[in-house]
C-alpha cells in the first residue's frame, strides 16, 4: 500500500531553518517526481517546488528561490527552507506527481510553526 | 504564469442538491494539465479529476469534470454529506515546471 510519511512537528525562531522529511512506502520511489506543497493556516494551497526522480533536477517556485532547497536518497525526499519567518508558519505536504502530472500521494501534513 | 480563479468561494447546498464549481485560467491551458481536488479539514488534499474530466480511482461516479481553454468546472450530482469540504483546481505546465492552484470553494452545508 502506497504511503508517504512526514517527520514531525517543528517549532523555529524566525531566521532559523527547517528541514522536513517524507518517506515513501510501497511504490517504486525512484521512478517519480515529488514536489512539495504548503498551506497556510485557513489558507490555500501553495506550490513550493519539485525534484526529479534522480535527485539532480529541481524547480522552485520564484517565491521561494534562494530559500528553499529539496532533496530525496532511494527511500526520502526532504524540503529544507531557510530564513524564516512567520509568514512560514504553515502545514508542509509532500506529494507523488504521476506521469500525468497531478498528485496522487500525498504525505499527512508536518506543521512548521515559526515563532520568536 | 497561469492564474486560476475560482468561484464561488462559498457554495451553500444541501445533501441531494447539485453542486457545480467553476474555474477559470488567466489563459487558455492545455486540459490534459488540470486536475482538482478535495480537501477535508486536517487532511491532505485528495485527488479527484485529472485531465479535466478524467475519474481518478475510487472517486464516486457523482463527481464529473469538464470544460476547455479557460473554463473549466466540477460538478457533484446528488451531494452527500461527505462530500462537503474544500475543492480546489490546479493547473501544472512543463515549461518550466511549475504547478498553481486557485484559491478553493468551499462547499457548505444549507
Not at chain 1, 517527520?7 to 517519480?32: I, L, N, Q
Not at chain 2, 464549481?21 to 492545455?30: G, P, T
Not at chain 2, 487532511?43 to 485531465?51: N, V
Request: glycine share 10%; charged share 15%.
Amino acid at each position: 500500500q502506497v504511503h508517504l510519511v512526514q517527520s514531525g512537528a517543528e517549532v523555529k525562531k524566525p531566521g532559523a531553518s527547517v528541514k522536513v522529511a517524507c518517506r515513501a512506502f510501497g511504490f517504486s520511489f525512484t521512478s517519480d517526481y515529488m514536489q512539495w506543497v504548503r498551506q497556510a493556516p485557513g489558507q490555500g494551497l501553495e506550490w513550493m517546488g519539485l525534484i526529479n526522480p534522480s535527485g539532480d533536477g529541481t524547480a522552485y517556485a520564484q517565491k521561494f528561490q534562494g530559500r528553499v532547497s529539496m532533496t530525496r536518497d532511494t527511500s526520502t525526499v526532504y524540503m529544507e527552507l531557510s530564513r524564516l519567518r512567520s509568514e512560514d508558519t504553515a502545514v508542509y505536504y509532500c506529494a507523488r506527481i504521476t506521469s500525468a502530472g497531478p498528485n496522487d500521494y500525498w504525505g499527512q501534513g508536518t506543521l512548521v510553526t515559526v515563532s520568536s | 504564469e497561469v492564474v486560476l480563479t475560482q468561484s464561488p468561494i462559498t457554495l451553500s447546498l444541501s445533501p441531494g442538491e447539485r453542486a457545480t464549481l467553476s474555474c477559470r485560467a488567466s489563459q487558455s491551458v492545455n486540459i490534459k494539465y488540470l486536475a482538482w481536488y478535495q480537501q477535508k479539514s486536517g487532511q491532505p488534499p485528495r485527488l479527484l479529476i485529472y485531465g479535466a474530466s478524467g475519474r481518478a480511482t475510487g472517486v464516486p461516479d457523482r463527481f464529473s469534470g469538464g470544460g476547455s481553454g479557460t473554463d473549466f468546472t466540477l460538478t457533484i450530482t446528488r451531494l452527500e454529506p461527505e462530500d462537503f469540504a474544500v475543492y480546489y483546481c490546479q493547473h501544472f505546465g512543463s515549461s518550466p515546471p511549475r504547478y498553481t492552484f486557485g484559491q478553493g470553494t468551499k462547499l457548505e452545508i444549507k
